[in-house]
């Protein structure tokens, strides 16, 4: 099992910045790929970006050059730096992380983190 409680979420204006942040705990040895998906009202959950435990990053079109993924494996920490944000980005943010034991891949998701950008 692996928990996953997500922190740095709030309010802020139109351009500014946020840095979520995600803590492991549990079984982190088994731990792959990290992401961070967000749902805003009335539409469906998306994915924002995602690291593998190799470091490799994917990212959305509608947020490359503005958010960045990374982890860090000491601390069992997932981050997710968002800058320049606009009213688009408004969702609650969800942490992500996969397992494989076995051959048997699960998914563990926070309880997420509410992100509001004002024009």
């Known amino acids: 099992q692996v928990q996953l409680v997500e922190s740095g979420g709030g309010l802020v204006h139109s351009g500014g910045s946020l840095r979520l942040s995600c803590a492991a705990s549990?079984?982190?040895?088994?731990?792959?790929?990290m992401g961070w998906y967000r749902q805003a009202p009335g539409k469906e959950r998306e994915l924002v970006a995602s690291i593998t435990d190799g470091g490799r990053t994917n990212y959305a079109d509608s947020v490359k050059g503005r958010f960045t993924i990374s982890r860090d494996n000491a601390k069992n920490t997932l981050y997710l730096q968002m800058n320049s944000l606009e009213s688009e980005d408004t969702a609650v943010y969800y942490c992500?992380?996969?397992?494989?034991?076995?051959?048997?891949?699960?998914?563990?998701w926070g309880q997420g983190t509410q992100v509001t950008v004002s024009s």
């Open positions: 549990g079984s982190i040895f088994s731990i792959g790929t």
């Open positions: 992500h992380a996969v397992t494989t034991r076995w051959g048997i891949r699960s998914d563990y």
